[in-house]
C-alpha cells in the first residue's frame, strides 16, 4: 500500500520561509496519477487541508490563510511534491502531512485523502 513521507520540516522565525517535502516512503510507488494534499494540524485543533494539487500539476487550491505566502508543486519525474511556504506567521505552527488521493483531484479535505504520511513538525517562533 502506498505510504508517504515528509521531510524539511523545523523550527523557523516569524516571517521566514520553510520548505517541505513528499514522496512515497517505499520503491515502487508512483505518485504521478494520484491527486496529493498538504494538510497540518495544530495541538487542539482538527486537521485542515492547506494546499491540493491535481495529478499533472495544472491545478492548485489554497487555504485562504494561506493565499499569496505558500506555494504547491510537484516533479512527477522526481517522484516529489514540495510545499513552499514563505511569511511564515506563528499560527502557521502544525504537524504538516502529505496525502494522496485515488483520483487526479479531489477536494481538498482530509476525508478524501486515504494514504497518509507521518507528519513533519513546523513551528513558528521568535
Known amino acids: 500500500q502506498l505510504q508517504l513521507e515528509e521531510s524539511g520540516g523545523g523550527l523557523v522565525q516569524p516571517g521566514g520561509s520553510l520548505s517541505v517535502s513528499c514522496t512515497p516512503s517505499?520503491?515502487?510507488?508512483?505518485?504521478?496519477?494520484?491527486?496529493i494534499g498538504w494538510f497540518r494540524q495544530a495541538p487542539g485543533k482538527e486537521r485542515e487541508g492547506v494546499s491540493c494539487?491535481?495529478?499533472?500539476?495544472?491545478?492548485?487550491n489554497y487555504a485562504d490563510s494561506v493565499k499569496g505566502r505558500f506555494t504547491i508543486s510537484r516533479d512527477n519525474a522526481k517522484n516529489m511534491v514540495y510545499l513552499q511556504m514563505n511569511d511564515l506567521k506563528p499560527e502557521d505552527t502544525a504537524v504538516y502531512y502529505c496525502?494522496?488521493?485515488?483520483?487526479?483531484?479531489?477536494?481538498?479535505?482530509?476525508?478524501?485523502?486515504?494514504?497518509w504520511g507521518q507528519g513533519t513538525q513546523v513551528t513558528v517562533s521568535s
Open positions: 496525502a494522496a488521493g485515488g483520483s487526479s483531484w479531489l477536494p481538498c479535505v482530509p476525508s478524501e485523502f486515504h494514504n
Open positions: 517505499g520503491s515502487g510507488y508512483s505518485l504521478e496519477f494520484y491527486a
Open positions: 494539487i491535481s495529478s499533472s500539476g495544472g491545478t492548485t
